[in-house]
């Protein structure tokens, strides 16, 4: 059953001079859901990567979205992120904001943040420094950076050092950082720009099993500041995070539910938990 978005006028921001009319006010989460993706399909060649795809993410939600290769984990994201234009459906963040009829860095300016699987953290700057330059969106203002910041800016730093786990490492050079330790300094710096949901696609392949759990303590932390949506194939780590899981089969939501019910649904057992 579809969850009713109240507003009739979707907000269409084409141009520069209309993002600038986004308002916090505008990402209206009254109803519960920041983020509504209804019968979202995606085709390459065919071949349906998204089928119909249903799903709604409430507001400071943390989810997890497990479900075997090829599901479309990734493909929901590109949509989300406005890298891939379904062929039909709808995808909205909150209640008036269509996500289809923005771009990507408009997205991005929107509220939404995206961690890809391999970090890019500028290897050359400090920890310090690449939080720094996170917070600037605009580029036009690189050239005044390390200039003097504000007290508010400054606690905008440290509050994210601590939350990541880097405040001692704050003037190392990234690239000295161990794979774990960049990874978490990539998430700082997306959340240097505050957004209210970010996305994260398989965040601890190829960390150590204290990594890991170093990991799924920073998600956790930002449950109910941020929505969080977490596509992950380690299961121990699913399990250490979960709250509810989606799984996706075959471009849709094969069940949904308490990680508990999910592991224990002989559907899911048999495509994925089983192999
Ligand atoms: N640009 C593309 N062109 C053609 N096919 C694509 C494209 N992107 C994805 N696909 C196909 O769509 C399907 C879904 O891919 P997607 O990457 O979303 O899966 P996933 O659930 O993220 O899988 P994994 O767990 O392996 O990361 C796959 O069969 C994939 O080969
Ligand atoms: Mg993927």
């Known amino acids: ?77 590109d949509v989300i992120t ?32 995206r961690k890809f699987q391999k970090p890019s953290v500028f290897e050359q700057q400090t920890v310090y420094e690449n939080l720094e330059l996170a917070m600037h969106t605009d580029k036009r203002v690189w050239p005044t950076l390390f200039a003097k910041l504000s007290g508010e800016q400054r606690d905008g730093i440290a509050e994210v050092l601590q939350l990541t786990g880097l405040t001692e490492q704050r003037n190392q050079r990234a690239g000295a950082l161990s794979h774990g330790e960049k990874q978490w300094l990539e998430i700082g710096m997306l959340l240097m720009q505050k957004p209210k949901l970010l996305l994260v696609d398989e965040p601890v392949a190829g960390m150590t099993r204290q990594e890991i759990e170093r990991t799924a303590e920073l998600l956790l932390a930002l449950e109910g500041k941020h929505s969080v949506v977490v596509v992950e194939h380690d299961m121990e780590f699913v399990r250490s995070i979960a709250r509810k899981v989606t799984v996706l089969h075959e471009g849709a939501v094969l069940t949904e539910g308490h990680m508990k019910e999910v592991q224990r649904n002989p559907k899911v057992i048999e495509i994925y938990l089983g192999a």
């Open 1 to 77: 059953m579809n969850r009713v978005r109240e507003t009739g006028t979707p907000k269409v921001l084409g141009d520069d001079a209309a993002l600038d009319t986004i308002e916090d006010t505008d990402l209206d989460t009254s109803h519960g859901p920041i983020l509504y993706l209804e019968d979202v399909t995606v085709s390459f060649d065919g071949f349906k990567a998204l089928n119909g795809l249903t799903l709604y993410i409430d507001d400071g939600e943390l989810r997890c979205i497990i479900g075997p290769n090829g599901a479309g984990k990734t493909t929901m994201m």
């Open 82 to 113: 406005g890298k891939t234009r379904p062929d039909k459906g709808t995808v909205y963040f909150g209640q008036i904001i269509d996500l289809l009829q923005l771009d990507e860095p408009d997205i991005a300016q929107a509220g939404i943040g």
